[in-house]
């Protein structure tokens, strides 16, 4: 069973830095997870944000490109969101989410691609 812890949120003034971080584990696939970050502002659909594939290719949200930063480290299974010039708008539930398969996925920021989901961390963005 793949768990997701995600850590790392927080609050922060309009302009400033998080990293948020998820811990992956138990994927038994040979092949590496693709993993994307998901975001829920209250009242409003879950959107997907950033996206990187087991080969490490991204995908970014227009909303969020040129500020936000997808990566992992695959010796310590974990996925990293670095956000910077964080905006008011930015302010939501982040979820990161994983994918398994015994072959090669490609990138993708739709929910329904994804089995595997963390329980959430907070960021929250005043101006």
């Known amino acids: 069973q793949v768990q997701l812890v995600e850590s790392g949120g927080g609050s922060v003034q309009a302009g400033g830095s998080l990293r948020l971080s998820c811990a992956v584990s138990g994927y038994r696939y040979y092949t590496r997870p693709r993993m994307s970050w998901f975001r829920q502002a209250p009242g409003k659909e879950r959107e997907g944000v950033a996206a990187i594939d087991s080969r490490g290719n991204t995908l970014y949200a227009d909303s969020v490109k040129g500020r936000f930063t997808i990566s992992k480290d695959n010796a310590k299974n974990t996925l990293y969101l670095q956000m910077n010039s964080l905006k008011p708008e930015d302010t939501a539930m982040y979820y990161c989410?994983?994918?398994?398969?015994?072959?090669?996925?490609?990138?993708?920021?739709?929910?329904?691609?994804?089995?595997?989901w963390g329980q959430g961390t907070q960021v929250t963005v005043s101006s």
């Open positions: 989410a994983a994918e398994t398969a015994p072959y090669e996925l490609g990138a993708s920021l739709y929910s329904v691609d994804f089995d595997y």
